[in-house]
DNA sequence: AACGAGTCCTGATCGC
DNA sequence: TGCGATCAGGACTCGT
């Protein structure tokens, strides 16, 4: 599913293959995906649009156009963006097709379709109040010495259910919310109001670290998750405790738990982590 | 107000 | 072998 990590892979790859392309046509939509505008207006708005820049906040991924107009991009679960050549075969699910000028296709795929495509201006989209408001970014200056507000620390929820809050920090999910309470050696399952000072900052800086580490391994293709370029990542093979309850824990060999926490699998070790 | 539960959706997997 | 049931989960909506 893609996380933080795997949303700015794919930004990475996107970038210099679509900036200052300009994108030519729209070859097929599928409006159940569009969540804004309508499709006429949709079309209107990036056909012979050039883009400026490709950038990411959160999970969000954002293609800037010259009419100063995002083009918003959600993967959900199962959704990729990639470029592809013209005469790629159209796999099914395949909702939005984007031809560049020059030549190239810009695919979004998602077969779950969870995911979801929005165009508008800023302003436009954050008053329609469908761009939900974020937390800060874990990998943004200044992040490793974030202290979670107020409410954080005095909420009954798990802190589990707090990591994957993106009102609270910005592109955890299930995967790296795990990874990064086992770094930290923090049970998942916590109260996080419970959590003292110094266990905080060793969740933080335990995300900053998975994340990163995820990146440089260009992400976890757990199953659907593919790169701009629809390769997989090879950050599974490095994960600790997502997808591996009743195995050894890799620190200290003892059976990881699975449970469940706000309607998520969630794996920990109960030895390492208190 | 804040939190849990239900909802959407398809493909992979499991058991009979 | 084949088919139905089950599960996975990001973000939204809806109750409590």
Same mark, same amino acid.
Request: hydrophobic content about 40%; aromatic content about 6%; proline content about 6%.
């Given at each position: 599913m893609p996380e933080l990590p795997e949303v +700015?892979?794919?930004?990475?790859?996107?970038?210099?293959?679509?900036?200052?392309?300009?994108?030519?046509?729209?070859?097929?939509?599928?409006?159940?995906?569009?969540?804004?505008?309508?499709?006429?207006?949709?079309?209107?708005?990036?056909?012979?649009?050039?883009? !400026?820049?490709?950038?990411r906040r959160g999970k969000f991924i954002r293609i800037g156009l010259e009419s100063a107009e995002l083009l918003v991009v959600h993967l959900g679960m199962s959704g990729t963006l990639t470029l592809e050549e013209p005469d790629v075969q159209v796999r099914p699910h395949t909702h939005l097709r984007l031809e560049l000028a020059g030549g190239g296709e810009l695919r979004f795929r998602d077969p779950r379709r969870f995911g979801r495509v929005l165009l508008g201006s800023e302003e436009e989209l954050e008053a329609g109040g469908l761009l939900p408001r974020l937390g800060p970014e874990p990998l943004g200056a200044g992040f490793?010495?974030?202290?979670?507000? +107020?409410?954080?620390?005095?909420?009954?929820?798990?802190?589990?259910?707090?990591?994957?809050?993106?009102?609270?920090?910005? @592109?955890?999910?299930?995967?790296?919310?795990? +990874?990064?309470?086992?770094?930290?050696?923090?049970?998942?399952? !916590?109260?996080?109001?419970?959590?003292?000072?110094?266990?905080?900052?060793?969740?933080?800086?335990?995300?900053?670290?998975?994340?990163?580490?995820?990146?440089?391994?260009?992400?976890?293709?757990?199953?659907?998750?593919?790169?701009?370029?629809g390769a997989r990542g090879e950050a599974y093979e490095s994960l600790m405790v997502y997808g591996r309850a009743g195995l050894?824990?890799? !620190?200290?060999?003892?059976?990881? !738990?699975?449970?469940?926490?706000? @309607?998520?699998?969630?794996?920990?070790?109960?030895?390492?982590?208190r």
């Open positions: +700015e892979t794919i930004v990475r790859d996107l970038r210099p293959h679509l900036s200052g392309r300009r994108l030519e046509a729209v070859r097929s939509l599928n409006p159940l995906v569009l969540r804004h505008p309508e499709p006429e207006r949709f079309v209107a708005g990036v056909t012979g649009a050039e883009v !400026r820049s490709v950038g490793s010495s974030w202290v979670p507000p +107020e409410t954080v620390q005095s909420s009954l929820r798990t802190l589990k259910a707090v990591l994957l809050d993106q009102s609270v920090v910005a @592109g955890c999910g299930n995967i790296y919310a795990d +990874e990064a309470c086992f770094l930290a050696r923090v049970r998942p399952t !916590r109260r996080a109001a419970g959590l003292r000072p110094r266990e905080w900052q060793r969740v933080v800086i335990a995300l900053t670290v998975v994340l990163r580490e995820a990146i440089r391994r260009r992400g976890t293709s757990f199953s659907d998750y593919r790169d701009g370029f050894p824990c890799v !620190r200290c060999g003892s059976r990881l !738990r699975g449970t469940r926490i706000a @309607g998520r699998m969630t794996v920990y070790c109960a030895r390492c982590q």
